[in-house]
């Protein structure tokens, strides 16, 4: 069931100002295995700076959805090697603040974190540039949107403390998700979330 969302954002140090959304083909372009190492090989017109890329080890979840969104689709199995890594965020972050012509990306609250220190940009999936929002994100429109989720076993509800639980959980998800920087669902989903829990129950007893 959708509980929440996290809008994975592309970001670059705030001095990088020719460029405020990228392609789809641009964004294979950096991030693929033979990813370029200066912005004028992305896009003509794009000056000759290098471009130094920051982002999640292999470890990380967030590097396994922007794989699948960005590179398999065009039959790529593995991104450059060549590149900033960390699992943490944070240092992600701090490298590309702290280098002009960086490129990088993580979740979306730790660029609500740095905002006046690091520029979003937008993503053209392939219907024009969308820039990474709450709205964005809750309506699909944005392409590197990650729908977050909970579990649950259907005969795992026949038990009453697991059912209040989960009732619970999706009673007072909106709050949590907020606070750690994540999007929350829609209403429609978290209502079909909650009739699925009530259908499965009714179902176990």
């Given at each position: 069931?959708?509980?929440a969302?996290?809008?994975?954002?592309m970001?670059?140090?705030?001095?990088?100002?020719?460029?405020?959304c990228?392609?789809?083909?641009?964004?294979?372009?950096?991030?693929?295995p033979?990813g370029?190492?200066?912005?004028?090989?992305v896009?003509?017109?794009?000056p000759?700076q290098k471009?130094?890329?920051f982002a999640?080890?292999?470890?990380?979840g967030?590097y396994d959805?922007?794989?699948e969104?960005v590179?398999?689709?065009?039959?790529?199995?593995?991104?450059?090697?060549?590149?900033n890594a960390?699992?943490?965020?944070n240092?992600?972050?701090?490298?590309?603040?702290?280098t002009?012509?960086?490129?990088?990306?993580?979740?979306?609250?730790?660029?609500?974190?740095?905002?006046d220190?690091?520029t979003?940009?937008?993503?053209d999936?392939g219907?024009?540039?969308?820039?990474?929002?709450?709205?964005?994100?809750?309506d699909?429109?944005?392409?590197?949107?990650?729908p977050l989720?909970?579990?649950?076993k259907k005969?795992?509800?026949?038990?009453?403390?697991v059912?209040?639980?989960?009732?619970?959980?999706l009673?007072?998800?909106?709050?949590?998700?907020?606070?750690?920087?994540?999007?929350?669902?829609?209403?429609?989903?978290?209502?079909?979330?909650?009739?699925?829990?009530?259908d499965?129950?009714?179902?176990a007893?």
């Open positions: 069931m959708r509980v969302t996290d809008a994975l954002t970001v670059t140090h705030p001095e990088t100002e020719f460029v405020s990228l392609t789809q083909d641009e964004v294979v372009d950096i991030w693929g033979d370029a190492d200066n912005w004028s090989q896009r003509d017109g794009f000759d471009l130094a890329v999640p080890g292999s470890d990380s967030t959805f922007f794989n969104t590179l398999e689709p065009n039959d790529i199995n593995q991104p450059r090697q060549d590149y960390s699992e943490d965020d240092v992600i972050a701090q490298g590309i603040i702290g002009p012509g960086s490129w990088g990306y993580f979740g979306y609250a730790y660029y609500q974190q740095n905002t220190r690091l979003a940009l937008a993503y999936a219907d024009g540039c969308v820039e990474p929002s709450a709205e964005t994100a809750q699909d429109s944005y392409k590197l949107a990650r989720f909970i579990y649950v005969s795992a509800l026949a038990d009453e403390h059912a209040d639980f989960v009732n619970f959980y009673d007072n998800v909106d709050a949590v998700v907020g606070e750690v920087g994540y999007i929350a669902a829609s209403q429609e989903e978290l209502d079909q979330a909650r009739q699925k829990v009530a499965a129950i009714e179902a007893e």
